[in-house]
Nanobody, 128 residues
Framework: QVQLVESGGGLVQAGGSLRLSCAAS????????MGWFRQAPGKEREFVAV????????YYADSVKGRFSISRDNAKNTVYLQMNSLKPEDTAVYYCAADQGGCSGYGCYTNKYKYDYWGQGTQVTVSS
């Protein structure tokens, strides 16, 4: 079993920055691909970013490319999402997720239904 806990959300004005953290426990962190998803009120949960199990490959949703950056610190069992140039459209609950295996490539990593474990989420609100 894997437990994921997000933190770092909050209220920020448009153009500002936030860094989200996701602490993982329960299994070997280094063998899991780690992703970030978000869900705005009345909308489906959508892909944001992912880091492969090795950290050697990253993918981003078109809506956040150039603004968000995912990274991981395996020694601390933590994955981060640095969010810059935030827009009101980024307002959502942000979730981290873990895939224990079976995912390879963009088509799988960006599919929320492929992930095995989810955190409880952290609220990000961007004001205009």
């Amino acid at each position: 079993q894997v437990q994921l806990v997000e933190s770092g959300g909050g209220l920020v004005q448009a153009g500002g920055s936030l860094r989200l953290s996701c602490a993982a426990s329960g299994r070997t962190f280094t063998t899991y691909a780690m992703g970030w998803f978000r869900q705005a009120p009345g909308k489906e949960r959508e892909f944001v970013a992912v880091s492969s199990w090795s950290g050697g490959s990253t993918y981003y949703a078109d809506s956040v490319k150039g603004r968000f950056s995912i990274s991981r610190d395996n020694a601390k069992n933590t994955v981060y999402l640095q969010m810059n140039s935030l827009k009101p459209e980024d307002t959502a609950v942000y979730y981290c997720a873990a895939d224990q295996g079976g995912c390879s490539g963009y088509g799988c990593y960006t599919n929320k239904y492929k992930y095995d474990y989810w955190g409880q989420g952290t609220q990000v609100t961007v004001s205009s």
